[in-house]
């Protein structure tokens, strides 16, 4: 299909799909602005053209996950005080399932059980759909039916990532700090220290205070 001219975009079209993304609470998805679209309505072409005058200005239209959002340009966020985020706290526990999610999802409790080596409490997972970070997938049609678990498109928002395909390699978490780099053996070692720890304190565990805020450590 042949690309349009930017004169042969309906500027209505245009107003009107700036005027949905400029009401919505939230991203949102192609199909869910289409259908504020007349039929036949070009929105990709629309979406592209809006993004281009957006460019350079205070505001900015990003897609992350496949969803759209008019957001405050990157250069700029620092300086506007107009709100105070009040940082929630994560345990350790939940930054740790919250990984695991990310990067094997579908992933099963007990799957991440195994990972993690102790027990998830049903508070840790609680937590992280309160934050919508992740979210019940389908049921793996294995015995008992266990349900799976995803990260959701918040998530991608939260952390600026466009897909999943954005998640830091392991050369990316180690020059973070985030991996450590002595060898597998010692690293194991310690993990079944902390499993076993983990076991005989139990909920203290999961209240183990993290700062959420801080993206670049989760």
Do not use: C
């Not at 975009?9 to 991203?27: G, Q, T």
């Amino acid at each position: 299909m042949p690309e349009l001219n930017k004169s042969e975009l309906n500027d209505d079209d245009l107003r009107l799909v700036e005027a949905v993304l400029f009401a919505a609470a939230e991203p949102l998805d192609e199909k869910t602005i289409a259908a504020r679209l007349p039929d036949g309505a070009p929105l990709e072409d629309l979406l592209t053209e809006l993004q281009g005058r957006y460019a350079g200005r205070g505001v900015h239209l990003v897609r992350s996950g496949g969803r759209w959002a008019l957001r405050t340009a990157d250069d700029l966020a620092g300086r506007l005080d107009i709100e105070t985020e009040a940082p929630r706290r994560l345990s350790r526990a939940a930054l740790e399932t919250l990984a695991i999610v990310a990067y094997h999802q579908p992933v099963t409790r007990a799957e991440i059980e195994e990972i993690r080596g102790v027990m998830v409490s049903k508070g840790t997972l609680d937590l992280l759909m309160e934050a919508d970070w992740v979210r019940p997938g389908r049921r793996r049609d294995t015995p008992g039916r266990p349900l799976t678990w995803l990260t959701t498109p918040a998530f991608l928002d939260h952390f600026g990532l466009g897909g999943l395909k954005d998640l830091p390699g392991l050369k990316d978490l180690r020059a973070a700090g985030l991996l450590d780099a002595r060898p597998a053996i010692s690293i194991y070692q310690d993990r079944a220290g902390e499993a076993a720890g983990e076991a005989g304190e139990g909920a203290e565990d999961e209240t183990a205070a993290a700062p959420l805020a801080e993206t670049d450590e989760a």
